[in-house]
């Protein structure tokens, strides 16, 4: 009776749940100390402190809005607010990969067996920066989420205030969902776009009911003033864990002169641009970056059957551009990189399932994709050690692999997998009918 209980489906998901629910609250409770530092900002808003100054753990980065949210676990101790904190990620990580699977399945018509290599594919590359994001306590899968959310019930479920909603409180948090304004302005849900505007405006002043006022509009202030992107901090940046475009290109094109030389460090210039110039092709690809979107938003616009794996496509590009053109992305940051790998792999089982019955280039993509996939997965001290870590920052792989990511979503278009899931369908029936016969 208990081989047979433990031979269920049901019982290995409870074991898996068990174990990842215990996996996570060791983490919260042994770290977190990003989301101390939120959380002590958040003690900080309601005692009328400047949350901007004064924090022992870090500096507060985030909204007010933000601290304001996490005032029902900002008041129990840190190790149990963490625990919580983690316990809402999953939960979110969870709808996350739901998301993705609806879209995926909606759009291609999957077998059990290619549904579960998937899944762990993506798994093995989400599991690093999902492992990071929850260690540090941070607030990028609940961002991930609002802005996946958001679009998704305005594109595919046609819910506009829902979506419009999510997105906005994401917004409000954390500058970045902004880009998703940009998606929907050339999408033509200009609706969604005033209301999500309304809410973002509603969701930075609503504090204001609770906290004094004139104090809050001080804290709004000085947000603005610590995100600013023209902030020098920001122009270049030469601390190794950011893997943003104002990272990686200053790394191969600009001599920072200090550290390097003390250092000894390896050799990674390619050549020195001067400061001004430097400055004016990195803001001319971040536009281009940009406006490169509409090349996936306006392919085949009015010929596409089904809408589903075509969010997915445009989503996945989107947060990788997300990724690069914000300034100051850590490491964490890059969990943004998963919806282009995990549609990645999605294009790589695919031609398995072909036998690689498909032209060199799309072959030469599939395998390059994959090691770059391997590379970004085992980027771990635990895995590769300290040294080899410290290079992979030193050179921004992650950055680069975020940039040659956008050329594979730009080559490997819905409509390709779409076509190779025919055909191996159609391969599949006529396995199956010559077997029969």
């Known amino acids: 009776m208990i081989i047979n209980f433990l031979k269920t489906k049901t019982t290995v998901y409870v074991l898996l749940s068990i174990i990842i629910f215990t996996y996570a609250i060791l983490k919260a409770i042994q770290g977190g100390i990003d989301l101390d530092v939120c959380l002590y900002a958040s003690n900080q808003l309601f005692n009328g402190e400047n949350i901007y100054e004064g924090n022992p753990f870090n500096n507060y980065l985030y909204s007010p809005l933000h601290a304001f949210l996490l005032r029902p676990i900002s008041i129990f101790d840190y190790a149990i607010a963490r625990v919580i904190w983690a316990l809402i990620n999953i939960a979110l990580i969870v709808r996350l990969w739901r998301i993705i699977s609806s879209l995926i399945k909606n759009s291609l018509e999957l077998n059990k067996k290619f549904n579960i290599q998937l899944t762990v594919g993506v798994v093995f ?4 920066f999902l492992n990071h994001n929850l260690i540090l306590g941070q607030i990028t899968i609940v961002i991930l989420w609002l802005t996946l959310e958001g679009l998704y019930q305005i594109i595919i479920q046609k819910k506009t205030i829902p979506g419009a909603l999510l997105l906005a409180l994401g917004i409000a948090i954390k500058i970045i969902p902004v880009l998703g304004l940009f998606y929907l302005f050339f999408k033509r849900k200009y609706k969604a776009i005033v209301i ?26 000085n947000w603005i003033e610590t995100i600013k992107p023209t902030r020098n901090k920001y122009v270049f940046e030469n601390n190794l864990g950011t893997q943003s475009l104002n990272a990686v290109l200053p790394t191969y094109f600009y001599d920072f002169n200090d550290a390097e030389k003390a250092l000894a460090n390896p050799k990674r210039q ?3 641009v001067p400061h001004d110039t430097l400055v004016i092709i990195m803001q001319t690809i971040r536009i281009l970056i940009v406006f490169s979107i509409l090349l996936l938003i306006f392919y085949k616009y009015n010929q596409r059957k089904t809408e589903s794996i075509y969010f997915y496509w445009e989503f996945s590009y989107l947060a990788l551009v997300s990724a690069l053109i914000f300034p100051h992305q850590q490491k964490y940051a890059m969990l943004y990189f998963v919806p282009a790998g995990s549609y990645m792999i999605l294009f790589v089982l695919l031609i398995f399932r072909l036998k690689w019955n498909v032209s060199l280039k799309y072959k030469i993509i599939a395998i390059l994709a994959s090691f770059l996939m391997f590379i970004s997965a085992i980027m771990g001290r635990d895995i590769v050690g300290d040294y080899m870590v410290y290079l992979f920052d030193y050179y921004r792989v992650i950055g680069l692999i975020n940039l040659i990511f956008l050329i594979f979503l730009i080559l490997i278009k819905p409509n390709l997998l779409i076509e190779m899931n025919r055909k191996a369908l159609a391969n599949t029936k006529e396995v199956i009918a010559t077997a029969n016969k």
């Open 270 to 272: 390619i050549i020195s």
């Open 196 to 221: 999500c505007i309304c809410f973002v405006i509603a969701g930075l002043f609503f504090p204001s009911i609770i906290i004094k006022h004139s104090y809050h509009l001080k804290m709004l202030s």
């Open 125 to 128: 590359i989400s599991l690093g």
